[in-house]
C-alpha cells in the first residue's frame, strides 16, 4: 500500500514552505517519527509520520513552497512497492503535526 | 552610467517582503530606525521585522512602551530632528492616540517651516478584521485621506508591500503604511532589488470591459474573487488595486472607468465618507455622470463573534450581487 503524505490544514494558511525534511527517500521510518518541518507565516509545522514504512520520495524539497493538501512525499508500507507518477491519486496518510 | 543591480523574483511571505524591503533600507541609510511594541527580540507582532533587531541592535529597532501617543510623538519627532523612523501600531484602530503628533505636527511641518523640516516618518499599521472585535479590526484609512501633507498607502501583495515599503522609507513626508492582518498568510513572488513601487500609482490586476472595480489592501482579492464570479455570469470585471489611497491615482481609475463606464468600490472599512466616496466622486469630476456602487462594511461595530463579523464584511458574493445590479440600467442602487 503507497500513501502519500500532505501539507496538513492549518488555519487561515494557504501555502507553507518547506523549511527542512529530516529524513530521505528510501529510508524506513517509524510511526512517529519527524520526517518533515514545514514553515507558516508565522509558525513552525512538524510533521510526523502516522504510520512505519519506507519514506519513497519527496515531492516538494526544502525550500520550495507547496499549497495545502497538496502532497509532499510518497510512503510505502513495503519497501519495494512500485511508486506511481501521480502522487496526487494516492490515499492521504494522516499525519501528526504539531505547531510550534 | 552606473548599471542597476540585478532583479531576482523570490517567493516569500507578506511578512517578509517588509522585513526584508527594511533591512534592505536601513543598510543603505543609518538614519533609519524601528520603534513599536515587540518590534525588538520578538521581532514583530506579525514577524514583520524578523532578524532585524539582530542585525541592527537595540539602539535602531527599539521595543516601546504600550503608550502609541508616545511611541508616534517620539517618532514624529525624531523624523524633524533628521532621523527616519518606521513607528510600528500593531492595530490601526489604536493610530487614533497617535493622530495630534501625526496630523497636528507631522504633516504640517513642512509647510509650517516654509520647507525647513520635514518629518520623514513612517506609522507602519495593522488594518482589518480576524476575530478581534471592535477596537482591534478597524479599517480607518479613509479617514487619513483628508490630511494635506500625509500619504497613505496600502499593499495587497508581497510584491507591492517590499516596493511600497522602499518608497515609504526614501519619502521626505509622513507616511501611513497600512497592511491586513488577513494578507500575513499571503506569499508571493517579490522582484528582490527592483524597483521601488511610487506613490499614487494604481495597478489593474485583472483587465476587463463591463465594470470597474477598485479597491486596497486585503479586499483586492476578494474583488479578484468576485470577478471571477462575475465572469461566469458573462460580466467582465476590472479590478484596480488602489495601492495608494493618497495621492490617488486618478489617470488610470479615469482611463479604466471612461472605457467600462460603470464603477464599483470597494473597501473593508465603512463607505460613509469612506475610500470609495472620494473616488466616485473625483470619477464623476473628470467624466460626468456614471453608474456606480458603493460596497464596504455595514455601518456597525466589527464582533469578535466570527458569524456577525463575516456578517458585517464585503464578500465576493456581495460584491458580485451589487455588480450585477450596476449592469442594469436605470436601477436604483443601492448600497448595502
Known amino acids: ?100 | 552610467m552606473s548599471s542597476k543591480p540585478a532583479v531576482a523574483m523570490k517567493k516569500m511571505f507578506f511578512r517578509e517582503a517588509i522585513a526584508l524591503a527594511v533591512r534592505e533600507e536601513m543598510r543603505a541609510n543609518p538614519d533609519i530606525l524601528i520603534l513599536g511594541q515587540d518590534v525588538g527580540p520578538f521581532g514583530g507582532s506579525y514577524r514583520e521585522f524578523d532578524g532585524l533587531f539582530e542585525e541592527f541592535g537595540a539602539q535602531r529597532v527599539r521595543d516601546m512602551p504600550v503608550a502609541e501617543a508616545a511611541m508616534v510623538g517620539v517618532g514624529v519627532g525624531a523624523a524633524a530632528a533628521g532621523l527616519r523612523p518606521i513607528v510600528s501600531i500593531t492595530y490601526m484602530d489604536f493610530m487614533m492616540l497617535g493622530f495630534d503628533p501625526l496630523i497636528n505636527y507631522g504633516a504640517k511641518l513642512r509647510y509650517k517651516t516654509g520647507g525647513q523640516l520635514t518629518a520623514p516618518v513612517v506609522v507602519k499599521t495593522t488594518a482589518g478584521a480576524k476575530g478581534q472585535g471592535v477596537a482591534h479590526s478597524q479599517c480607518i484609512e479613509a479617514w487619513l485621506m483628508s490630511v494635506p501633507g500625509l500619504r497613505v498607502v496600502a499593499a495587497a501583495t508581497p510584491a507591492d508591500a517590499y516596493g511600497l515599503m522602499k518608497t515609504a522609507l526614501r519619502s521626505d513626508g509622513p507616511v501611513v503604511y497600512v497592511d491586513h492582518k488577513r494578507l500575513f498568510p499571503v506569499a508571493g513572488e517579490v522582484p528582490v532589488g527592483g524597483d521601488a513601487v511610487p506613490f499614487g500609482s494604481a495597478k489593474i490586476c485583472r483587465p476587463g470591459s463591463d465594470l470597474t472595480i477598485t479597491t486596497h489592501s486585503f479586499m483586492v482579492r476578494t474583488a479578484l474573487e468576485a470577478a471571477k464570479l462575475l465572469e461566469k455570469d458573462g460580466v467582465s470585471a476590472e479590478v484596480i488595486d488602489l495601492r495608494s489611497l493618497a495621492p490617488l491615482d486618478m489617470k488610470t481609475i479615469v482611463e479604466s472607468v471612461g472605457r467600462t463606464g460603470r464603477l464599483l468600490t470597494l473597501e473593508e472599512g465603512q463607505i460613509t465618507t469612506g475610500v470609495g466616496a472620494e473616488v466616485v466622486t473625483r470619477v464623476i469630476e473628470h467624466l460626468g455622470p456614471v453608474q456606480f456602487t458603493r460596497v464596504g462594511a455595514l455601518p456597525a461595530p466589527i464582533s469578535s463573534n466570527r458569524i456577525l463579523e463575516a456578517a458585517c464584511l464585503p464578500d465576493a458574493n456581495r460584491v458580485a450581487a451589487a455588480a450585477r445590479l450596476l449592469q442594469s440600467p436605470k436601477k436604483l442602487v443601492s448600497s448595502y
Open chain 1, 1 to 100: 500500500m503507497l500513501y502519500k503524505i500532505s501539507v496538513p490544514q492549518v488555519a487561515d494558511v494557504e501555502e507553507i514552505r518547506v523549511l527542512e525534511w529530516h529524513r530521505e527517500a528510501g529510508e524506513a521510518v517509524e510511526k512517529g517519527d519527524l520526517l518533515v518541518e514545514l514553515e507558516t507565516h508565522k509558525a513552525i509545522v512538524e510533521v510526523r509520520a502516522g504510520q512505519k514504512g519506507y519514506l519513497r520520495k519527496i515531492l516538494a524539497e526544502s525550500g520550495n513552497w507547496q499549497a495545502i493538501g497538496l502532497p509532499l512525499a510518497v510512503l510505502s508500507e513495503g519497501e519495494n512497492d512500485p511508486v506511481p507518477e501521480d502522487a496526487q491519486a494516492l490515499t492521504d496518510l494522516p499525519v501528526d503535526f504539531e505547531i510550534t
